[in-house]
């Protein structure tokens, strides 16, 4: 290990990565936010995707400080690429980024970019950035590379380490970058041919699911307007060998529930019109609204008056067993409900109250102190509550 490395960003990716290669060697983690810096310093992951224990045991320097990026000559790029509320790719984060390494960039370092992006944004927007804030050149005093993230947060099975780490860059820089990641990464490495193969990869990867679970949600509207069980029909259908088994639900997050989009922008930017992944983002967007319409319905029918109830929320993370509330569409739902006049009431297993009223500005209610509903919807299944049952209704 010749290279000192600097992993940028320590969110639900970043950490992961900054884990793998701070177990056997000393790093840099650098991030802008204050708290996740000091929160694991003192040896805590309020995400809650790397324990106490495996904390302790890292080599890593936590800071705000970027010009500890100067001592380190391989940076890892994993800060968040969310949208604007047009549905809009929000490049922010990634450029800020780009002019911080920039001018903090020493002669023969390599770059290597993980954040989700359309295909053609490293090498149309980042290098200019890099270039632009260091005065050197790409390809010449410095190199970049993309190596798409994979990481899927809560799932304990396919960490890191066990996802295969597809790589591309300049041929200067390429065999370092797939040995780098080859030392950590057990499961091996891919050569993607160019960065824009790489780039487009991971970006249809959650485009893909998106579209299946779009076709759930849609079928799921259907059978409930033909009062047939959505379940029974997915299980019955499940019978056969090649049936894919996906499940009606929000879509949110900080990958499946956006990077459509940035897929949809780069094509309508080349002048096509993207018809089916739209419809498809259509869909799961609107769900939300179609589920808080849904608990409408069956309040009138029960005679509860409407204005002044009071709804349990149940979970507001984006989904089950994770701590990520980025991009949630629980959101959705209470705001549908707020316009009926309904008093809501929101609790969460694991949300990290503080990032969520940061977020969305609502107030985590413990399990405990809330008071009786009208009406209570299991937004997010978190093992806590399925282990409850219908027990856990009786203190909601």
């Not at 936010?33 to 302790?56: H, M, P, W």
């Not at 107030?363 to 856990?392: Q, R």
Request: glycine share 8%; proline share 5%; with cysteine.
């Amino acid at each position: 290990m010749d290279r000192k490395i600097a992993v940028v960003g320590l969110g639900y990716v970043g950490l992961q990565v900054a884990v793998a290669f701070g177990k056997n060697n000393p790093i840099v983690g650098f991030d802008i936010n204050e708290r996740r810096i000091e929160t694991l310093k003192q040896g805590f992951d309020y995400t809650y995707e790397v324990s106490e224990a495996e904390l302790r045991l890292l080599q890593i320097d936590y800071t705000t400080n970027p010009c500890k990026l100067k001592d380190c000559n391989f940076i890892i790029v994993t800060v968040p690429t969310p949208i604007h509320d047009n549905k809009q790719p929000n490049l922010i984060p990634l450029i800020q980024a780009s002019q911080v390494i920039g001018e903090h960039l020493c002669p023969g370092t390599i770059v290597v970019y993980e954040s989700t992006v359309f295909p053609g944004t490293t090498e149309e927007v980042c290098i200019p950035v890099l270039e632009q804030f260091s005065g050197m050149r790409n390809g010449v005093d410095f190199y970049v590379g993309y190596s798409p993230e994979r990481i899927n947060p809560g799932d304990r099975e396919h960490r890191f380490n066990k996802i295969r780490k597809v790589v591309s860059g300049p041929v200067e820089a390429l065999e370092t970058i797939a040995t780098l990641y080859e030392s950590v990464v057990e499961a091996g490495v891919h050569y993607a041919p160019s960065i824009k193969v790489a780039e487009a990869a991971k970006v249809i990867e959650n485009t893909q699911r998106d579209l299946n679970i779009a076709l759930m949600n849609e079928l799921a509207i259907i059978f409930d307007k033909l009062d047939i069980d959505t379940a029974e029909v997915l299980e019955a259908a499940g019978t056969k060998w090649n049936f894919q088994r996906f499940q009606p639900g929000l879509v949110g997050g900080h990958c499946i529930g956006v990077d459509p989009y940035y897929l949809t922008y780069k094509a309508e930017s080349i002048g096509y019109q993207p018809q089916v992944i739209l419809a498809g983002r259509r869909i799961n967007d609107t769900m939300g609204s179609y589920i808080a319409s849904s608990v409408i319905k069956q309040m009138i029918l029960r005679n509860i008056p409407i204005k002044d109830s009071v709804v349990t929320i149940l979970g507001v993370t984006f989904k089950e067993n994770v701590a990520d509330i980025r991009n949630s569409k629980v959101i959705d739902i209470i705001s549908e409900l707020k316009q009926y006049g309904i008093r809501i009431q929101v609790s969460d297993a694991i949300a990290d109250p503080v990032s969520v009223y940061h977020e969305y500005g609502i107030d985590l209610i413990d399990e405990k102190e809330l008071i009786p509903a009208d009406a209570v919807i299991l937004c997010v299944p978190h093992g806590t509550y399925c282990d409850k049952g219908w027990g856990l209704m009786g203190s909601s």
